[in-house]
């Protein structure tokens, strides 16, 4: 049976064309371009995973709550970027329990990004249940003790704090002497390589180890410094330009804490100018304003004795 088609006649051309005619599909389709990467994709990319919202909510928490340069963390620590920004809280509030401010905190991050993405459990707690044990630290000098040395936070319990611990007190640092917040910066220090060779350069000048133990007692300080930068100039200067006996250092080791020239050498020309000598302990103890004074009144003496 043959089909018939039923064609519709052609509309002549001044016709108009009829309403709501019957569109033929597309046989044919463009493709869309594709969408350019951005700098906040580019960044979700980064994080792997993370989404746009969530990092810049790490960034801004870093900055504005710690007060972190966020671009000095991630170039310095890259794990910051995967990290959830649960996880950098809870670093934060683990310091804060401790009584860490969080100012105090953004130091200690911008000091050591790698602290961002630690665990507060296995990281952290040692080191403060060392200082809150073994070292005697009381709870209420934990925060001088962190803030005065963050470096505390990065060390090795067994391996540094420990060692320069059970040292420092054979040496003496017991009793009225133990380790305070104000010295715990003395426990970061090697053993073998900071602590014993200043000890024996004290006694090469000529001090006993009992003198030099009481020097060290008396100012824990001189353990800080350094042999070339700080005791080899001083001790120079103390003989070569002063003229002066290093037995003076046993009563005055605080000579070392002085600046060589901020301090020792403009009051030691003062002296030589007018023609006066002072025990180091006169000398350097007393503040810019109290040398003056004590300068003058040394000069109207002589006008007083005749009158």
């Known amino acids: 049976m043959a089909l018939r088609l039923q064609l519709s006649p052609i509309p002549p051309p001044s016709a108009k064309p009829p309403k709501n005619p019957i569109l033929?599909?597309?046989?044919?389709?463009?493709?869309l371009r594709p969408l350019y990467p951005t700098v906040l994709s580019s960044?979700?990319?980064?994080?792997?995973?993370?989404?746009?919202?969530?990092?810049?909510?790490?960034?801004?928490?870093?900055?504005?709550d710690l007060g972190v340069d966020s671009s000095k963390a991630l170039s310095l620590n890259p794990a910051v970027r995967a990290a959830p920004l649960s996880s950098l809280r809870s670093v934060a509030d683990f310091l804060a329990s401790f009584g860490l401010r969080p100012a105090d905190s953004g130091r200690i991050f911008s000091m050591y990004p790698h602290l961002l993405t630690s665990d507060p459990a296995a990281d952290l707690r040692p080191v403060f249940d060392f200082l809150l044990g073994l070292a005697a630290i009381p709870s209420a000098d934990i925060r001088k003790a962190v803030v005065r040395c963050p470096r505390?936070?990065?060390?090795?319990?067994?391996?540094?704090?420990?060692?320069a611990l059970y040292f420092l007190r054979r040496l003496g640092f017991v009793g009225q002497h133990r380790i305070t917040c104000q010295t715990t910066v003395l426990l970061v220090s090697s053993v073998e390589g900071t602590l014993i060779p200043k000890l024996d350069y004290l006694q090469s000048?000529?001090?006993?180890?009992?003198?030099?133990?009481k020097m060290v007692l008396r100012s824990p300080g001189l353990l800080?410094?350094?042999?070339?930068?700080?005791?080899?100039p001083k001790v120079e200067f103390l003989v070569g330009e002063m003229g002066r006996e290093l037995s003076e250092l046993k009563e005055f080791p605080q000579y070392f804490s002085c600046s060589l020239e901020g301090k020792i050498k403009p009051r030691h020309r003062m002296l030589v100018e007018n023609g006066f000598s002072l025990p180091l302990s006169e000398m350097l103890k007393v503040s810019d304003g109290e040398f003056r004074k004590r300068l003058v009144e040394m000069r109207l003496r002589p006008v007083g004795e005749k009158l």
Do not use: M, W
């Not at 033929?24 to 493709?31: G, L, Q, V």
């Not at 960044?43 to 504005?64: I, M």
């Open 224 to 232: 800080t410094f350094s042999i070339e930068n700080n005791f080899r």
């Open 24 to 31: 033929k599909p597309r046989t044919a389709f463009t493709p």
């Open 205 to 213: 000048l000529g001090f006993s180890y009992r003198e030099t133990k």
């Open 43 to 64: 960044s979700t990319t980064a994080v792997g995973g993370d989404s746009g919202l969530r990092f810049r909510e790490k960034l801004l928490y870093l900055e504005h």
């Open 152 to 163: 505390l936070l990065v060390c090795s319990v067994p391996g540094q704090l420990q060692p």
